[in-house]
């Protein structure tokens, strides 16, 4: 599980950056947001990050320029209940 944020400490806002939804084949954001995480783990994973040891890869997608200065934060961890959090396409 993890969740993510961007934070932009020049104009002191903080918020959250759901994740995305798949629509057509893309991956786009969801009710209107600016920008969303994509999260790949298992047989979706690049193999340079499986190369590395990663086992979740986060791409961020945006569909409209960044106000100056925000930083992309993520925060993972494992589940408490795997069944219900990560169900096996």
Avoid: K
């Avoid at 400490?9 to 959250?16: D, H």
Wanted: proline share 15%.
């Amino acid at each position: 599980m993890c969740d993510f944020a961007a934070d932009n400490l020049f104009e002191n806002w903080r918020v959250s950056v759901p994740p995305c939804a798949g629509v057509d084949g893309e991956w786009v954001p969801q009710g209107g947001a600016p920008r969303c995480i994509v999260v790949r783990t298992g047989d979706a994973l690049d193999p340079r990050c499986a190369e590395e040891g990663s086992n979740v890869e986060l791409e961020l997608r945006t569909t409209a320029p960044d106000p100056p200065g925000p930083v992309y934060r993520a925060g993972c961890w494992l589940s408490p209940n795997p069944h219900l959090d990560c169900p096996r396409p």
